[in-house]
């Protein structure tokens, strides 16, 4: 109910002084209830013909994906083709710098790493030391997959950028302009500007809580037929901010190892 502020009290009519006879009510009064009778119909006001909708205001176009640059100018996607998993190890036993990309519930993350070592090829397998502080460490240990990708010098900046942030606040593929590709095996992401990538499954779990050390077992392998033909220019980490950049091949002490240890 309304308050005593806002509502003057009625005007007390003053009672009736017996000297003056009551005064008439006023012709107003009689007016008021004259016309309370039919009060005046009102005409629905004249309807503005409605405003044609707005057209959404057109969306700015996106802007251009940043592209993965090295100093001799962009890095495109490498065309890939299939590598047998036995042979995944050729790219990896040389220890080159590696970008790990992983995805969890519609999150991607990639992450550099340096440490990890071939345990077998048939079944082929990978491990590798993920550090728990890394976000790429909870979205591999829940989704049980990641692609391991190889970069060349010409990814060098990219690399070393990627290892210097997090996606946790981050969007690497998006910062750095790399292109996700779609796995054929896994749900992780393949990074397109690599040389290779391998799609691998969680294959041990088992030394994870005592030492980050996650057992993949690469089920697909991919690689650019000049990655397969001759060494990539891969990179190398000394530490320290150091990095070796791989060059010379050569095959001339093959013929030293005995048959069954190629
Ligand atoms: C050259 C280099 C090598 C690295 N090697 C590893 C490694 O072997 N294992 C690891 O857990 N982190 C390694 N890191 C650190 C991660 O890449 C880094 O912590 C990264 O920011 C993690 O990203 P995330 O939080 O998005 O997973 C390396 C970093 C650099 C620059």
Not at 56 to 72: F, G, I, L, N, V
Not at 179 to 185: I, K
Request: charged share 25%; with cysteine; net charge positive.
């Amino acid at each position: 109910m309304p308050s005593a502020r806002t509502t003057k009290p009625a005007a007390r009519t003053r009672p009736a002084s017996k000297s003056k006879p009551a005064t008439k009510t006023k012709p107003a009064a009689k007016a008021k209830s004259a016309t309370k009778a039919k009060p005046a119909v009102r005409k629905p006001a004249a309807r503005e013909p409605a405003a044609a909708p707005k057209r959404p205001a057109a969306k700015p176009a996106a802007p251009a994906r940043a592209a993965a640059r090295s100093p001799h100018g962009r890095v495109g996607p490498v065309r890939k083709v299939d590598v047998p998993v036995e042979d995944v190890r050729r790219f990896l036993e040389p220890g080159p710098i590696v970008l790990v990309s992983s995805s969890f519930e519609g999150e991607t993350d990639i992450m550099t790493m340096g440490w990890h070592m071939v345990m077998g090829f048939e079944p082929s397998l990978v491990g590798c030391y993920i550090w728990n502080a890394n976000h790429s460490h909870a979205l591999i240990r829940r989704s049980r997959v990641c692609v391991i990708n190889v970069p060349t010098v010409d990814l060098a900046e990219t690399v070393v950028d990627i290892g210097n942030c997090s996606g946790r606040d981050t969007d690497k593929f998006e910062k750095f302009g790399l292109t996700p590709q779609p796995g054929v095996m896994v749900s992780a992401p393949l990074i397109a500007e690599c040389v290779a990538s391998f799609e691998c499954r969680l294959a041990d779990a088992s030394l994870i809580d005592r030492y980050n050390l996650f057992v993949f077992e690469v089920v697909k392998g991919h690689a650019a037929p000049s990655a397969i033909k001759a060494s990539p220019r891969t990179l190398h980490y000394r530490g320290d901010g150091e990095f070796m950049i791989a060059g010379e091949t050569t095959r001339q002490w093959r013929r030293r190892f005995r048959p069954e240890m190629l």
